[in-house]
């Protein structure tokens, strides 16, 4: 069974840091990964989508990595803002019925 | 918007009662899930619809009982609840299930008093 694990749980910093979140995963065998965004009382916002063929995906400020043999993956924020204040979420496809598994996420508090 | 569109978003009921839960997506997508999600838990996948078919029950209760009459809308019908089933309930649609295009709605926050 596929288990996905994010430290740290909680992360607060200020305003222009540059910040890495972690995320592990369980089973090698999966079909991508993903970076999500929940804003408190809000859905989902899919932010990266990294396949496991590919190492690393970029968006703005955003670099996501993938090391498939070693289950791990790291979400890379430069020059955090206060609006990037948020749970980060990763999530792991895989499994016959190509399922997402997520971890508990990583409440990151950017101060101003 | 995302394209995910669920209702309501916010559902208080008592331990007797019947009430539903809709979500409906107009992506195109052929894959629906129905998430949980608790304080201080991870999400946690309940169904998942492909082609209006279930593939996936994740030893969920029955007194959650899920409905996918098309390929655009997706139920989740809810009898005799308990207060631990209090959460947040996310509603995603993806293309085939590949991850490709994964959109979440806003979800229903209930309450079971």
């Known amino acids: 069974k596929q288990e996905v694990t994010q430290i740290p749980a909680a992360l607060s910093v200020p305003e222009g840091e540059n910040l890495v979140l972690n995320c592990s995963f369980t089973?090698?065998?999966?079909?991508?990964l993903q970076w999500f965004r929940q804003d408190p009382g809000k859905g989902l916002t899919s932010l990266l989508l990294i396949q496991s063929s590919q190492r690393e995906q970029t968006s703005g400020r955003l670099n996501a990595s993938l090391d498939k043999s070693s289950g791990r993956s790291t979400l890379y924020i430069a020059a955090s803002q206060p609006g990037d204040s948020a749970t980060y979420l990763c999530?792991?496809?895989?499994?016959?019925?190509?399922?997402?598994?997520f971890g508990s996420g990583t409440q990151l508090t950017v101060l101003p | 918007e995302t394209g995910v569109t669920q209702t309501p978003r916010h559902l208080v009921m008592g331990m007797t009662n019947k009430k539903s839960l809709k979500c409906e997506q107009h992506?195109?997508?052929?894959?629906m899930y129905w998430y949980k999600q608790s304080a201080k838990k991870p999400l946690e996948l309940m169904f998942v619809?492909?082609?209006?078919?279930?593939?996936e029950n994740n030893s969920v209760p029955s007194r959650f009982s899920p409905e996918c009459p098309n390929s655009s809308h997706l139920f989740l019908h809810l009898h005799t609840l308990q207060p631990e089933d209090s959460a947040l309930y996310l509603c995603?649609?993806?293309?085939?299930?590949?991850?490709?295009?994964?959109?979440f709605g806003s979800g229903t926050r209930l309450t079971v008093v």
């Open positions: 995603a649609s993806s293309q085939d299930g590949t991850g490709r295009g994964y959109t």
């Open positions: 992506l195109g997508h052929n894959a």
């Open positions: 999530a792991v496809n895989s499994g016959s019925a190509r399922q997402l598994t």
């Open positions: 619809y492909s082609l209006e078919e279930r593939v």
């Open positions: 089973d090698s065998a999966i079909y991508n």
